[in-house]
């Protein structure tokens, strides 16, 4: 079994800074690609970023040079630096990650999300 558990959210206002974790953990071969979703109210979860297990990333155009995803593959963690926080970027956000499980079973996994209220 596997699971990714997400931190850091919370209330900010604009223009400041937070930082938001997730860790995958349980059976647990290999982790592929990881990123972060988010989902404001009535709209469609829209991706914001990804990164390989190389460190190749993608962003969605709305938060380039705003946010920044990173990785930890020895502690199979992925990162989002969020700067210059918009009320707009108000959302809850989800961990993604593709990972294969001891048995190489490859499956996608997400996490419960955490909720990102930027003020203005």
């Known amino acids: 079994q596997v699971q990714l558990v997400e931190s850091g959210g919370g209330l900010v206002q604009a223009g400041g800074s937070l930082r938001l974790s997730c860790s995958a953990s349980?059976?647990?071969?290999?982790?592929?690609?990881m990123g972060w979703y988010r989902q404001a109210p009535g709209k469609q979860r829209e991706l914001v970023a990804t990164?390989?297990?190389?460190?190749?990333?993608n962003y969605a155009d709305s938060v380039k040079g705003r946010f920044t995803i990173s990785r930890d593959n020895a502690k199979n963690t992925v990162y989002l630096q969020m700067n210059s926080l918009k009320p707009e970027d108000t959302a809850v956000y989800f961990c993604?990650?593709?990972?294969?499980?001891?048995?190489?079973?490859?499956?996608?996994?997400w996490g419960q999300g955490t909720q990102v209220t930027v003020s203005s």
């Open positions: 990164i390989t297990s190389g460190g190749n990333t």
């Open positions: 993604n990650a593709g990972i294969f499980t001891t048995t190489w079973l490859l499956d996608d996994y």
């Open positions: 349980g059976s647990i071969k290999r982790v592929n690609a």
